[in-house]
């Protein structure tokens, strides 16, 4: 949803760059992008490809990524740079499950500014802040917060962000553990091993 015009002159107007990923909120820059991206993944090769290093929350991923300058002049956004298409193929490490999907993309970058591979780099960090909002808003509903004064919403996302890291820490399932936990005070202190039954017990003296 931040692929907006006005957004992206305002980044623009303070010399700024934007890199969007583009979805039904803009029509017709997103039809323009896939048609061109479909074109080119049928014709040629990607111009940057990541392979898989060691798994990543159990999961390995490759990502392809085709780029072009083609449509900057007459596409319907400001300062279009080059649009692309990113393919992110997912195998999950301990089922063997496959994945994919397709995610088309605009930036202000020129072809001189940001080869193939930046774009992919950035688009992964992109997508990384993404997942992380979506956990935001899952768990704590946070898109319909009221808290609005003073420091009071940065200091409140703060707090929700501390907690999905201990339980990230953890290895453990944000959104289920937090249905277990949530309500409940006691098991939210001894989650934090505040409570004496949470703490690990001295081992007997030996005789």
Not at 41 to 54: H, L, N, S, T, Y
Not at 58 to 64: I, V
Not at 159 to 170: E, M, Y
Request: proline share 4%.
């Amino acid at each position: 949803m931040l692929a907006q015009r006005k957004l992206a002159r305002h980044l623009l107007d303070r010399k700024a760059h934007y890199l969007f990923t583009v979805k039904d909120n803009q029509k017709t820059l997103r039809r323009d992008i896939q048609l061109l991206c479909e074109e080119m993944i049928r014709e040629r090769a990607p111009d940057f490809v990541q392979e898989p290093g060691k798994p990543e929350h159990g999961r390995l991923e490759r990502r392809s990524i085709w780029v072009s300058s083609e449509i900057n002049e007459y596409a319907e956004f400001p300062g279009v740079g080059q649009v692309f298409a990113v393919h992110r193929e997912v195998i999950e490490a301990r089922t063997g499950e496959r994945s994919a999907e397709t995610a088309y993309g605009v930036t202000s970058l020129g072809p001189e500014a940001a080869a193939p591979k930046r774009l992919l780099e950035l688009n992964r960090g992109h997508w990384r802040i993404e997942a992380n909002h979506f956990i935001l808003d899952w768990s704590f509903d946070e898109d319909r917060s009221r808290i609005r004064t003073g420091h009071g919403p940065e200091n409140t996302t703060l707090l929700r962000r501390f907690a999905i890291g201990l339980i990230k820490a953890r290895g453990l399932a944000v959104a289920e553990t937090m249905r277990r936990l949530g309500r409940d005070v006691r098991r939210v202190l001894d989650f934090l091993k505040m409570t004496g039954n949470a703490r690990p017990r001295p081992s007997a003296a030996r005789a």
